[in-house]
């Protein structure tokens, strides 16, 4: 299987996952409040950690999110595979999907991992846009979105795959280029 490749941006380096990162991931993944954001449920134990590197992590467009400065996981990020749910994705559109440990909210590290991805799809692929969507009670994760460039396509969707999600609405986005 081809792994993704490394990107960086000024604070941030996204690379593959691997075995070892599983330690560092279940304390991130854990809190209720990240899984409940994000629409799965908080891991109980870094075994479940390691079996979602394994499984869930394990394509070439999903990335760990490590900080530049000292390479300290933060959270993740990719398109496809990992992040498929029922939004009204065009054919050949790829959902964007992403989450950042609690203690690293409201540092644009979200926006720059995103923007990081952006530029590599753009640069690298063949995809002309990606959709992505957030519970209408994370704001904070539409703004993200929408200051990488996604726009509000009007739809609202509801997704029982996701935890909560038969009953919260999910707004969705997408980018064009």
Same mark, same amino acid.
């Given at each position: 299987? @081809? *792994?993704?490749?490394?990107?960086?941006?000024?604070?941030?380096?996204?690379?593959?996952? $691997?075995?070892?990162?599983?330690?560092?991931? =279940?304390?991130?993944?854990?809190?209720?409040? +990240?899984? %409940?954001?994000?629409?799965?449920?908080?891991? @109980?134990?870094?075994?479940?950690?390691?079996?979602?590197?394994?499984? #869930? &992590?394990?394509?070439?467009?999903?990335?760990?999110? @490590?900080?530049?400065?000292?390479? @300290?996981?933060?959270?993740?990020?990719?398109?496809?595979?990992? $992040?498929? $749910?029922?939004?009204?994705?065009?054919?050949?559109?790829?959902? +964007?999907?992403?989450?950042?440990?609690?203690?690293?909210?409201?540092?644009? =590290? $979200?926006?720059?991992?995103?923007?990081?991805?952006? !530029?590599? #799809?753009?640069?690298? *692929?063949?995809?002309?846009?990606?959709?992505?969507?957030? &519970?209408?009670?994370?704001?904070?994760?539409?703004? +993200?979105? %929408?200051? !990488?460039?996604?726009?509000?396509? /009007?739809? *609202? +969707? &509801?997704?029982?795959?996701? #935890?909560? /999600?038969?009953?919260?609405?999910?707004? #969705?986005?997408?980018?064009?280029?």
């Amino acid at each position: 299987m @081809t *792994t993704p490749p490394l990107l960086t941006s000024p604070r941030l380096v996204l690379r593959p996952w $691997c075995d070892a990162d599983a330690p560092a991931l =279940y304390p991130l993944a854990s809190d209720p409040e +990240v899984g %409940q954001r994000a629409g799965w449920p908080p891991h @109980t134990s870094e075994q479940e950690s390691l079996h979602i590197i394994r499984t #869930v &992590f394990a394509n070439p467009t999903t990335w760990a999110v @490590t900080l530049r400065a000292d390479g @300290t996981l933060i959270g993740a990020i990719g398109y496809g595979p990992s $992040c498929d $749910c029922s939004l009204p994705a065009l054919p050949g559109e790829p959902t +964007v999907g992403y989450w950042i440990g609690r203690a690293y909210w409201r540092q644009g =590290y $979200c926006t720059e991992a995103l923007s990081t991805l952006i !530029c590599h #799809v753009k640069a690298h *692929t063949s995809i002309r846009s990606l959709i992505s969507g957030h &519970f209408t009670d994370n704001e904070a994760s539409g703004r +993200v979105m %929408q200051k !990488c460039g996604f726009r509000p396509t /009007g739809h *609202t +969707v &509801f997704d029982p795959s996701l #935890v909560g /999600g038969a009953d919260r609405p999910i707004r #969705v986005l997408r980018l064009t280029w």
